[in-house]
């Protein structure tokens, strides 16, 4: 294939609409009539409501209505219509539909007046009694009810325990035994849970929300309130980020779209960064992870054991050990993985979530390793280096481990560091070196894609995908150009609408892979349909080519091995008498044969005040074996965006509960740090050369997760070597190193 665009660091088609305020949000869009929703959240964790009065709110002028368990509409009964594509085994939560209190900040009744304001006013007004019950929201004190959960649709279970792996601990010549806590983290994108839904003329529904998947939100408001499928639409342009949070319909949306459906008007419903902290979350977890090697750094046993929260209604887990079976080669090794049942909203996912704890513990443990066996870090690692995937037994579509460790060490200058912690300062700062390697699976999920091509040249290609700030418009844009050899200009990319073509919710890093793939398979049958009317040209200047033996560039289809010989794509559109050609396709993954994962190396460089305790990352590189590489600058800004979270988690990001209450204190940006310009210096970002022909058809292995994994690790790897402290549980603040 040509690169004519692929490859290349694009800009964002979208920057501009960005940037000038045109582009629009889930509470941006004004409708005439629009009514206001506001929710009332419960001040409790567990318990039930015995008695809500309304009438005070209900005698305002302009508060249409309140809505409660008691008043609202019929909705459906069974679990399963609360279950939407990515939904955890158990019962959903379901919002207003009965008196009972899972969570506290559980929305308990909504508000809906003529203005945000009065609604505001008016649910103040609103009075509601509690029956409150013994509730439980801490998981250090509630680990005796730790289980294994069920199975996850989409979450690979621990890997089998292979060889003896406690028996070879204890005969291990050296070994690390240790436990690693780790907090909640919320997600706290800037754009905040929000849906307008516009009652339309016709009496049907158009559901503006913030969500990575609009057809995940239509089913399920089809399921769970009774839409008709041909009666609700639901549409997102554009997303204020979202990092795993919009990935299930938030309650906003099913309060929206109930109001509005009962009252047969427009409402929209936002929340507040309050309410924020009433949805999921990163789990806290604690883990312990062993190892044992041979004088010599070889791994004689690997045991990863993780306990996380779950709600009480809902079993929700990740692959938090599963990396410490990938990442090194070990024949005696076991894994665990359980949760523990508490009065807390159900976790979700959270950009690499499992990998961002489990590997997090993994990598301080090697490094701890490492430090026991007089070790370079980088050593360790590659006498262990794993040339299959020992998990499932499948050999890697490629792996490039090898280089990035190579790269990014030799960028950074590791053959200067003195392995002697406390050894290297910088004046009176200490300075620490540390780093740690990553991986995440290269996932591909079933995806759909239409293209049509005008005889003017333009190609519009459509797929009910999402950009979160990724730059799937982008990318997207860039793929179906090169596949057909049109200029960027001339070809449109639409997404964010559930009327088009079938797409998974954007996550996982899988959209390339996915709706890439579509996109290519159906730009493929366009191209097939222009050759075999190019042989209707006059002339036949191509002949009777076959499918490879043609490639399409500047708006023309010519032969490979003679380029001179070539049709102009509306000369063959004219000459076969079409004005349009369109095509819809799909794309599958089909490499289960193999294990397809991207992978990392990360180093770090801090300083820390040895007076104050206070931590600097003041240099980062990072070097990424991503396969192919579709834009290099919105690549880039994938990677640099994960290192930052990296960095968050390292130590600045910890959600903070009362458990005398069951609620988070830290529900806002002022008590929720996370890194800002000034904790942010040299970030590094090296791609390293990756061909991968089995890993989808474009070779693409995904950017927004293997970003952050591992850089929590390195940070805390380095603090370690500027210090001598070993800090097991995150984040790294100044209370723990003096």
């Keep these: 294939m040509s690169t004519a665009h692929i490859g290349k660091p694009i800009r964002r088609i979208d920057g501009r609409a960005k940037v000038t305020g045109e582009a629009k949000y889930a509470a941006e869009y004004a409708t005439p009539d629009l009514a206001h929703g506001w929710v009332v959240s419960s001040p409790i964790a567990r318990g039930k409501i015995t008695a809500i009065d309304a009438s005070e709110a209900l005698k305002l002028p302009g508060v249409i209505q309140v809505f409660s368990h008691e008043n609202r509409p019929k909705m459906a009964w069974f679990d399963s219509s609360y279950r939407d594509q990515i939904a955890p085994p158990g019962s959903p939560f379901r919002p207003l539909y009965d008196a009972e209190v899972h969570f506290n900040a559980q929305p308990v009744a909504l508000v809906v007046a003529s203005s945000p304001e009065l609604a505001r006013y008016a649910s103040t007004l609103v009075r509601i009694e509690y029956k409150a019950r013994t509730h439980a929201t801490e998981l250090a004190a509630n680990l005796e009810s730790a289980r294994t959960p069920k199975e996850r649709e989409g979450i690979k279970p621990p890997p089998k325990a292979r060889g003896h792996a406690d028996r070879a601990l204890a005969a291990a010549p050296v070994k690390v035994d240790v436990e690693y806590e780790v907090p909640v983290e919320h997600h706290n994108p800037m754009e905040t849970f929000a849906t307008t839904v516009v009652r339309d003329e016709d009496g049907s529904f158009t559901v503006y929300d913030k969500t990575q998947g609009v057809q995940n939100v239509r089913d399920y408001l089809c399921n769970a309130l009774g839409f008709k499928a041909d009666e609700i639409r639901v549409i997102t342009a554009f997303v204020g980020g979202a990092f795993g949070s919009g990935l299930r319909p938030q309650y906003q949306v099913f309060l929206a779209a109930m109001a509005a459906k009962e009252l047969q008007r427009s409402v929209r419903v ?45 079993d929700y887990s990740e692959e938090v050990v599963n990396w410490s079976g990938l990442l090194y080669r070990c024949d005696d090794a076991r894994f665990e993985h359980k949760v523990v049942p508490l009065d807390l909203p159900t976790p979700c996912d959270m950009r690499a979530p499992g990998a961002v704890w489990g590997v997090f513990a993994l990598e301080s443990a090697m490094d701890e390793l490492a430090v026991a066996l007089g070790t370079d870090p980088v050593e360790l690692r590659l006498r262990n ?20 460790y190579r790269r990014a060490a030799g960028r950074f200058g590791w053959a200067r560091r003195d392995p002697t912690p406390r050894s290297m300062r910088r004046g009176s700062t200490l300075i620490g070196w540390g780093m740690a390697g990553g991986a995440w699976e290269s996932m591909q999920q079933e995806a759909a894609a239409s293209a049509r091509l005008t ?3 333009r190609l519009t290609v459509s797929s009910a995908t999402e950009d979160i700030g990724t730059g799937t418009y982008t990318v997207m844009t860039q793929i179906a150009a090169e596949l057909l050899g049109l200029p960027l200009e001339d070809v449109t990319f639409k997404l964010g609408d559930s009327a ?9 890093s899988f959209t390339v892979a996915s709706v890439g793939s579509a996109i290519k398979a159906a730009c493929g049958a366009v191209g097939e349909t222009l050759l075999k009317l190019a042989r209707k040209v006059e002339g036949a200047p191509l002949g009777k080519p076959t499918p490879d033996e043609v490639e399409f560039a500047e708006g023309r289809i010519r032969l490979k091995a003679d380029p001179s010989r070539s049709v102009a794509i509306a000369e063959a559109m004219r000459a076969g008498g079409v004005d349009v050609i369109a095509q819809e396709a799909a794309a599958g993954p089909k490499q289960d044969k193999y294990s397809r994962h991207a992978h990392s190396a990360i180093f770090a460089e801090v300083e820390v005040d040895e007076d104050f305790g206070t931590v600097r990352v003041t240099r980062v590189v990072t070097a990424i074996a991503g396969g192919r590489i579709i834009n290099p600058r919105t690549a880039r800004s994938q990677v640099m965006g994960g290192i930052v979270w990296g960095i968050g988690s390292a130590l600045h990001e910890a959600s903070v509960l009362d458990h005398r209450f069951g609620r988070f204190m830290t529900h806002n940006l002022a008590d929720y740090h996370v890194p800002v310009q000034a904790d942010v210096e040299e970030i590094e970002v090296i791609f390293v050369d990756e061909r991968d022909e089995l890993v989808n058809p474009l070779g693409a292995k995904g950017l927004g997760e293997i970003g952050v994994v591992g850089v929590a690790a390195a940070v805390a790897n380095a603090v370690h070597h500027a210090t001598g402290r070993r800090v097991r549980s995150l984040p790294i603040t100044l209370d723990k190193l003096l």
């Design 500 to 508: 088009l073509p079938q797409a998974p919710v954007e996550g996982g």
């Design 385 to 404: 280096y794993a040339e299959e995937d020992q998990n499932d037994g499948k050999p890697f579509t490629s792996k490039e481990l090898r280089e990035c």
């Design 270 to 314: 936002v929340l507040t960064r309050q309410q924020m902290f009433s949805l999921g979350h990163r789990p806290t977890t604690r883990q312990r992870v062993a190892l044992g090697a041979s004088a010599d750094g070889a791994l004689r046993a690997v045991i990863h054991e993780a306990t996380a929260e779950t709600s009480r209604h809902e």
């Design 455 to 457: 005889v003017d040249g």
